[in-house]
């Protein structure tokens, strides 16, 4: 009888200390539970931080791409136009410059070709590019005393020019290099008798060397042939 009370007894015992355990256990879930939400909490607000500061970031940036939009309409257009035309400016200019460069070319063609025909005709003509003309000739005037038993006559060389060109000049020289002449530089000055110098001999001369000095200091040089300009009758009786 005894035994069945201690067996009861213990059994009430049992269920006492479970009834008080219970709520202790719960409790316990309840507090693991809440520290695990707390991070979670914290980790969402964080995130949202992050998400403004993002969202702050982007806006930002797509301001500054409208504001770059705006000045390169308001600002770079009229200069890229700007520049557009004073490119095509430069074009052009350019194309006016190859003109005259080809004209220029055609005129220095066409003056080279005058000099070489001159040359060849040994007229004595010279044509500067500022297209002034000098034209060097020569005349015999025969005389009636003798020398040897040849005829004597008065040979003139002299400018021929116009008026602007000869007034433009201020002296010519006549440079003779032959061993018969004591004298070989004569020089004229008087545009009236348009630069005329005069020796009196038997023969003519078949290279003169002429310059020409104008008032600006400037001096030109002519090979001149006194016998092709007298005439082909000439060309046979050089002194």
Partial sequence: MSREVESASMTSLRHSMSSLAMPFGEAMESAEASDSVEPIEQSLR????????????????????????????????PLEQEVAKRTAELTSVSGQIEAKRRELAALQAKYDGLQAGIKD???????????????????????????????RYRFTVYVNAAPAVSNDIASVRYHIDHPSFTIQDYVATDPGAKFARSYVGWGCLDSVQVYIKT???????????????LGPDWNANPV
């Fill in 121 to 151: 005709l040994g007229s004595g003509v010279h044509i500067t590019p500022a297209q002034e003309v000098y034209e060097v000739r020569a005349f015999a005037q025969p005389l009636l005393a003798k020398t040897g038993g040849g005829d």
């Fill in 215 to 229: 008032k600006a200091g400037q001096e030109r040089e002519i090979e001149f042939n006194m016998c092709a300009s």
């Fill in 46 to 77: 964080a995130l949202r931080r992050h998400s403004l500061l993002s969202l702050a970031v982007v806006l930002a940036g797509a301001a500054f791409l409208a504001y770059s939009v705006y000045y390169s309409a308001s600002r770079l257009r």
